[in-house]
């Protein structure tokens, strides 16, 4: 049996249900990637780090391991915030 080959814009549009889901979890990807990014850059240990921003270790970890299931775009705005960081959100057209 042959499958029909999809083509995606992104990883987030082929795992996502809707277009909704897909931008909310890019959002928080892209997020979490400049939370990891600040970390390694300030070479904080995963326990400063999560003493910095707020949270558990064992959340830090889950954080700078790219589990994106595991936050919010809520909970991702308060640890950038913990951490001296301004969120800033654009609309751009689809």
């Known amino acids: 049996m042959k499958r029909k080959s999809e083509t995606y814009a992104s990883v987030w549009d ?3 249900d ?3 889901q897909a931008a909310n979890l890019r959002a928080r990807a892209e997020l979490m990637q400049m939370i990891a990014a600040l970390v390694k850059n300030a070479g904080w240990t995963q326990a400063e780090a999560a003493r ?3 949270v558990t270790q ?6 700078l391991r790219g589990r994106v299931s595991r936050f919010s775009l809520d909970a991702l ?4 915030t913990a951490i001296g960081r301004k969120v ?4 751009e057209a689809a």
Not at 77 to 80: E, F, L
Not at 88 to 91: M, T
């Open 14 to 16: 082929a795992i996502a």
């Open 18 to 20: 809707t277009p909704e």
């Open 52 to 54: 910095r921003c707020g």
């Open 58 to 63: 064992p959340r830090m970890n889950d954080l």
């Open 77 to 80: 705005v308060n640890i950038a």
């Open 88 to 91: 800033h959100i654009e609309f």
